[in-house]
């Protein structure tokens, strides 16, 4: 280690430069450890400093960096032994023969001027007008001019493109108060985060220079994303329903519901991924084979919709109820019938009880219509539906009941 009478007497031999650095702190000129209180900012500032009789040339010029850049000074001499003493930053003098290149690497940790001067007396007599300034200037803070998009889903992984100015390597970025999951720092202008999940609504982006400056900007927002499917299965099914489909894709929510056609179809299975529904059936005309459309809307709104997914096929005619079962002789009662094969796509449709035809046929899907029951003699009668050319009967199926009171006869 240099002693103190070594650094005064380097002082002696530089009065004029060194007085008039009034500032300075003799004891940094000590050879102890230079100490790291900022850290890196990962940029690295390469100097080479070449003396002569009796001055120094600096290449680049100015000889000034950025606090945390890392310094490199390769230095040597063109004529004879020189050297090189620094406030703070080159306590043990470098000594510069000759055509040797000398290398010093440190960071710059601290803001400030800091006087150098060669410590070789014997280099001549203009030995005392070898002096310079060092320069260590606090960075320019960054800045945020832009970045896009400006919306992600809450699942995160969004890459964001940041735009502006002085970012710094080893910058980090938060969106809101979370750390964004990776940080590519591309450059001083421009910095690509992936976005970390995060609640919906609106956040703002801030990006940390390891110098500990900051910038921030508003407007990124969080979104629920809109559900997706990718598939269906099985695509096809009879058009009295009950079919069980499953619907793959992505960000389904609880509660969605789907639609098949113009009608709810039940989920009975849901997760972000999978739906599985039991199908509608077929509305009145939707039974001759026309695919129909699915669509699936989660509870905020936003929807898919599959174009012709699914294709109900025709069932054979079938009756399953008849609903109510008995009514009055003078008939004008409305009844339902359950069963499959319904449609309003054909004509020729009838429904007779006990051979006589009922009024006011409606089908209202492919599973269920609606009848005006026809005046008719008490008793029960069988009930034959007519579609498309086929004929299905269920064998007493409708009782029509006496509504006449009886007399009652006298004794005498």
Do not use: W
């Amino acid at each position: 280690m240099r002693s103190l009478p070594a650094i005064v007497a380097v002082l002696l031999l530089a009065p004029l430069a060194f007085a008039q650095h009034e500032h300075h702190d003799m004891s940094l000129m000590l050879d102890t450890p230079v100490p790291n209180a900022v850290a890196s900012t990962g940029v690295t500032r390469t100097f080479n400093v070449t003396a002569k009789q009796f001055t120094y040339d600096i290449s680049p010029s100015p000889f000034r960096v950025n606090i945390g850049d890392t310094v490199v000074i390769n230095a040597t001499s063109a004529d004879v032994r020189h050297g090189l003493l620094m406030e703070r930053y080159v306590t043990t003098g470098m000594v510069l023969d000759a055509g040797k290149t000398v290398t010093r690497t440190f960071t710059a940790d601290k803001v400030g001027e800091f006087l150098f001067a060669c410590d070789q007396s014997a280099c001549g007599i203009g030995h005392t007008t070898m002096t310079g300034t060092f320069t260590v200037v606090a960075a320019a803070p960054p800045a945020i001019t832009n970045f896009q998009p400006t919306t992600g889903s809450t699942a995160g992984g969004t890459a964001v493109t940041i735009t502006g100015t002085n970012f710094q390597t080893g910058a980090t970025v938060k969106f809101g108060n979370v750390a964004a999951t990776s940080v590519n720092v591309q450059s001083a202008t421009s910095i690509v985060a992936t976005s970390p999940a995060q609640s919906a609504g609106a956040v703002a982006i801030t990006i940390a220079n390891p110098d500990g400056q900051s910038a921030t900007a508003n407007g990124f927002t969080y979104v629920i994303p809109a559900p997706s499917a990718s598939n269906v299965a099985p695509p096809n099914g009879p058009s009295n329903g009950g079919t069980a489909v499953t619907i793959t894709g992505a960000n389904f929510q609880q509660g969605a519901t789907v639609t098949f056609g113009a009608k709810s179809a039940p989920v009975t299975l849901s997760n972000a991924s999978t739906l599985v529904v039991s199908t509608p059936a077929a509305v009145a005309n939707e039974e001759a084979g026309v695919p129909v459309d699915i669509r699936i809307t989660n509870p905020d709104g936003q929807s898919v919709t599959l174009t012709q997914a699914f294709q109900y096929t025709a069932a054979p005619l079938s009756i399953t109820a008849i609903s109510p079962g008995s009514g009055p002789t003078a008939g004008g009662n409305t009844i339902s019938i359950s069963g499959a094969g319904f449609t309003s796509a054909l004509s020729g449709a009838s429904v007779k009880f006990g051979g006589v035809a009922g009024t006011n046929l409606e089908v209202l899907d492919a599973a269920t219509l609606i009848v005006k029951v026809p005046a008719h003699a008490a008793g029960t009668v069988d009930v034959a539906v007519t579609m498309g050319g086929q004929t299905i009967t269920a064998l007493a199926a409708f009782t029509y009941e006496d509504s006449q009171p009886r007399r009652r006869t006298s004794k005498r």
